[in-house]
């Protein structure tokens, strides 16, 4: 089983930029996804074997997820940060056999992050 261990969160004004960190086991699958208060979990972006990535809507063209050459580290760089952006950051490892698509099995504590307009 994956642990994951979440870090970089904090409080930026509307505009300003944060990277999280994410340290934990290689998976073929890694993501980043976000909870606000009184809504459901969202995802947000994830990254997979040879570099592909993808990214929700909302976020695309201002976050970028990326790994380290040891595919332990992941990271989300956010920039343009928006008030809507503020939300508990988690990463999350694919667990199971691989069928092909990222499956989410394997969550991190989560790292706030606060964006005020």
């Known amino acids: 089983q994956a642990q994951l261990v979440e870090s970089g969160g904090g409080s930026v004004q509307t505009g300003g930029s944060l990277r999280l960190s994410c340290v934990g086991s290689n998976t073929y699958c890694m993501g980043w996804f976000r909870q606000a208060p009184e809504k459901e979990r969202e995802w947000v972006a994830s990254i997979q074997s040879f570099g592909r990535t993808s990214y929700a809507d909302s976020v695309k063209g201002r976050f970028t997820i990326s790994q380290n050459d040891a595919k332990n580290t992941l990271y989300l760089q956010m920039n343009s940060l928006k008030p809507e952006d503020t939300a508990l950051y988690s990463c999350?490892?694919?667990?199971?056999?691989?069928?092909?698509?990222?499956?989410?099995?394997?969550w991190g504590q989560g790292t706030q992050v606060t964006v005020s307009s």
């Open positions: 999350a490892a694919h667990v199971g056999v691989w069928l092909g698509s990222c499956r989410f099995g394997a």
